[in-house]
C-alpha cells in the first residue's frame, strides 16, 4: 500500500464533534515530510484545512478551522488524526488526506500522494 487511507467520516450535528484518521503507509510515511488535510464541497475547489510534520509536530490551519480543529500524528502508528469539535453546516465536504513533498504546504501543489476522500455531513 502507497496511498494514505482515511476514516471516521459520516453524518453529524451542528456544534458535535467527528475525529477523522488518516493511514500513512510505503512513500506516504516514509518518503513525505508531514501530511495534510484538504477538503472539498461540491462545485468548489479544493482547500486546505490543516496540515502536520511528522518529525517535530508543528502545525498549521486554515483561518476557518482555527480553534475548532486539532491536528495530531502518532509516528508509530503513522497515522494523523483531524479532530473536528463545533462542526457547522459548511464543514460539509469531502475530506482527503495527503503526503507532503518537502514541506507542510497549504497550498495543493505542496502534495504528491493523496487519499480517496472521506465524506462530512454537518446537519442544521
Known amino acids: 500500500q502507497v496511498q494514505p487511507v482515511e476514516s471516521g467520516g459520516g453524518l453529524v450535528q451542528a456544534g458535535g464533534s467527528l475525529r477523522l484518521s488518516c493511514a500513512a503507509s510505503?512513500?506516504?510515511?516514509?518518503?513525505?515530510?508531514?501530511m495534510g488535510w484538504f477538503r472539498q464541497a461540491p462545485g468548489k475547489e479544493r482547500e486546505f484545512v490543516a496540515a502536520i510534520t511528522w518529525s517535530g509536530g508543528h502545525t498549521d490551519y486554515a483561518d476557518s478551522v482555527k480553534g475548532r480543529f486539532t491536528i495530531s500524528r502518532d509516528n508509530a502508528k503513522k497515522t494523523v488524526y483531524l479532530q473536528m469539535n463545533s462542526l457547522k453546516p459548511e464543514d460539509t465536504a469531502l475530506y482527503f488526506c495527503?503526503?507532503?513533498?518537502?514541506?507542510?504546504?497549504?497550498?495543493?501543489?505542496?502534495?504528491?500522494?493523496w487519499g480517496q476522500g472521506t465524506q462530512v455531513t454537518v446537519s442544521s
Open positions: 495527503a503526503a507532503s513533498v518537502s514541506t507542510v504546504s497549504r497550498n495543493r501543489a505542496g502534495y504528491d500522494l
Open positions: 510505503g512513500r506516504s510515511f516514509i518518503s513525505s515530510y508531514g
